[in-house]
């Protein structure tokens, strides 16, 4: 497919999404391979595009801040420098704020949810995979690692609890080649995005480290954890605190070969908490993200009183320890007093294949399958009992004195009259209350 035969095709799909009902029907050509774009700067213009896309509504290609204030809605935090975020509501799809959504940044590793989404289905997460010299050579310089050793046998299980707690490119490497190498990764991973209606994402690598001509938006990396919060596996792993990670085999003081493990724990600081940034009442992942092209960027969900909310924050200019964290708590907070009373000012909008199927509406016969590992049966647990995920933690855990109960709920996509689509207030989300010993 030409260059150009591929910018009409975005274009005209840009157009229609803003035209929610008429846009599912369409059939989606082939995919071809992104076309680099030019470098982005280290620093990023504080100025915004003049055109940006308006998938999801008018308002979301302008510039500035959107949203509707009027009586009874609090006004947004005027403490937040980001030069992109969104505020949206993960269950109807509502954006109820935003700032410059469809700034094409660099996203840095809240990318991984696109790969996470694209690749976690297709293996097991029991699965064993023998780490090779070759899958290691092409990670970055200066990547986050979780530390995995070649010729070491990892599970699927393993290399997932690495990508999403310690954002590492190694395990996201790993995975890649297990998955037909980097390249058709990266290929599948823009074909989903497309798939999702993300067209501000153009991919160079499939962990988000700064490559030429990678850029994403607050509005897509929405878009990416709306759609992995669907599946079970991938809730599990970005709402885990803290996990056992096997280590390297060695031969101990009695000349006996042993492998041990050591704890990693999620780089979320809103999840896990940090010395200046207390973990989030509700928050339930998903993908925090660091590089010198994009800054700090950070994708969270949370819970508060039958209320999901989705939050992208886009490089800080505030240069304040965990920044990030904070101004995304700030939107959250901004979020759960505005719902129900704002009025939005677009939509999160719905997968090209979401005209594929329609399941019956109201279906509550449990979660989802087609999300989990390999598409077998899972019951939502780490498989060997080596993560400390939120969703198993007790109000008596160790490990500051945080537990979390959370339960899922069935949900199915709703394919209404005349092509809309909408998400059942059963979407299967985690129902979070964090409790402190």
């Given at each position: 497919?030409?260059?150009?035969?591929k910018?009409?095709r975005?274009?005209?799909?840009?157009?229609?999404?803003?035209?929610?009902?008429?846009?599912?029907?369409?059939?989606?050509?082939?995919?071809?391979?992104?076309?680099?774009?030019?470098?982005?700067?280290?620093?990023?213009?504080?100025?915004p595009?003049?055109?940006?896309?308006?998938?999801?509504?008018?308002?979301l290609?302008?510039?500035?801040?959107?949203?509707?204030?009027?009586?009874?809605?609090?006004?947004?935090?005027?403490?937040?420098?980001?030069?992109?975020?969104?505020?949206?509501?993960?269950?109807?799809?509502?954006?109820?704020?935003?700032?410059?959504?469809?700034?094409?940044?660099?996203?840095?590793?809240?990318?991984?949810?696109?790969?996470?989404?694209?690749?976690?289905?297709?293996?097991?997460?029991?699965m064993?995979?023998?780490?090779?010299?070759?899958?290691?050579?092409?990670?970055?310089?200066?990547?986050?690692?979780?530390?995995?050793?070649?010729?070491?046998?990892?599970?699927?299980?393993?290399?997932?609890?690495?990508?999403?707690?310690?954002?590492?490119?190694?395990?996201?490497?790993?995975?890649?080649?297990?998955?037909?190498g980097?390249a058709?990764?990266?290929?599948?991973?823009?074909?989903?995005?497309e798939?999702?209606?993300a067209l501000?994402?153009?991919?160079?690598?499939p962990?988000?480290?700064?490559?030429?001509?990678?850029?994403?938006?607050?509005?897509?990396?929405?878009?990416?954890?709306r759609?992995?919060?669907?599946?079970?596996?991938?809730?599990?792993?970005?709402?885990?605190?803290t996990?056992?990670?096997?280590?390297?085999?060695?031969?101990?003081?009695?000349?006996?070969?042993?492998r041990?493990?050591?704890?990693?724990?999620?780089?979320?600081?809103?999840?896990?908490?940090d010395?200046?940034?207390?973990?989030?009442?509700?928050?339930?992942?998903?993908?925090?993200?660091?590089?010198?092209?994009?800054?700090?960027?950070?994708?969270?969900?949370?819970?508060?009183?039958?209320?999901?909310?989705?939050?992208?924050?886009?490089?800080?200019?505030?240069?304040?320890?965990?920044?990030v964290?904070?101004?995304?708590?700030?939107?959250?907070?901004?979020?759960?007093?505005?719902?129900?009373?704002v009025?939005?000012?677009?939509?999160?909008?719905?997968?090209?294949?979401?005209?594929?199927?329609?399941?019956?509406?109201?279906?509550?016969?449990?979660?989802?399958?087609?999300?989990?590992?390999?598409?077998?049966?899972?019951?939502?647990?780490?498989?060997?009992?080596?993560?400390?995920?939120?969703?198993?933690?007790?109000?008596?855990?160790?490990?500051?004195?945080?537990?979390?109960?959370?339960?899922?709920?069935?949900?199915?996509?709703?394919?209404?009259?005349?092509?809309?689509?909408?998400?059942?207030?059963?979407?299967?989300?985690?129902?979070?209350?964090?409790?402190?010993?």
């Amino acid at each position: 497919m030409s260059a150009s035969t591929k910018t009409a095709r975005r274009s005209l799909l840009v157009t229609s999404a803003a035209l929610l009902s008429t846009a599912l029907t369409t059939p989606v050509p082939a995919f071809a391979a992104p076309k680099p774009s030019p470098t982005p700067s280290a620093t990023p213009s504080a100025t915004p595009p003049a055109n940006m896309s308006t998938v999801g509504g008018e308002r979301l290609g302008k510039a500035g801040t959107q949203v509707n204030l009027s009586d009874g809605v609090p006004v947004i935090p005027k403490d937040i420098s980001a030069r992109s975020w969104i505020v949206s509501d993960a269950e109807s799809g509502d954006v109820l704020a935003s700032h410059n959504a469809h700034w094409r940044l660099p996203p840095a590793s809240t990318l991984k949810m696109l790969f996470a989404d694209t690749v976690l289905p297709k293996f097991p997460k029991t699965m064993e995979h023998k780490v090779t010299s070759a899958e290691l050579a092409d990670v970055g310089a200066g990547s986050s690692m979780v530390g995995i050793k070649e010729k070491e046998t990892y599970t699927v299980h393993d290399l997932w609890l690495g990508v999403f707690l310690r954002s590492g490119n190694d395990a996201v490497h790993v995975l890649s080649h297990m998955n037909g190498g980097v390249a058709a990764t990266v290929k599948e991973m823009n074909e989903h995005a497309e798939e999702l209606q993300a067209l501000d994402t153009n991919v160079m690598s499939p962990d988000g480290y700064d490559e030429r001509g990678q850029v994403s938006s607050a509005y897509d990396l929405t878009l990416f954890a709306r759609s992995g919060l669907q599946k079970k596996d991938f809730r599990e792993y970005c709402s885990t605190v803290t996990a056992k990670f096997p280590g390297e085999t060695k031969k101990n003081k009695q000349g006996k070969t042993v492998r041990g493990t050591f704890e990693i724990q999620n780089t979320n600081r809103l999840l896990a908490g940090d010395s200046d940034v207390s973990v989030y009442q509700g928050i339930a992942g998903v993908k925090n993200g660091n590089t010198t092209n994009a800054g700090a960027t950070f994708t969270g969900v949370a819970e508060r009183g039958g209320k999901v909310l989705l939050v992208t924050v886009m490089n800080p200019s505030e240069e304040e320890h965990n920044e990030v964290y904070k101004e995304t708590a700030r939107l959250l907070d901004w979020g759960f007093k505005a719902a129900g009373k704002v009025q939005p000012v677009g939509e999160l909008v719905a997968p090209q294949g979401a005209a594929g199927s329609s399941p019956q509406p109201g279906s509550t016969d449990g979660d989802t399958d087609s999300g989990e590992a390999g598409g077998g049966a899972s019951d939502g647990g780490s498989g060997d009992g080596s993560a400390s995920p939120v969703a198993n933690a007790s109000a008596e855990a160790d490990g500051g004195g945080i537990g979390v109960a959370l339960g899922i709920t069935g949900g199915v996509l709703v394919l209404l009259a005349g092509g809309a689509f909408l998400i059942n207030r059963r979407w299967p989300l985690p129902e979070l209350v964090r409790r402190r010993r």
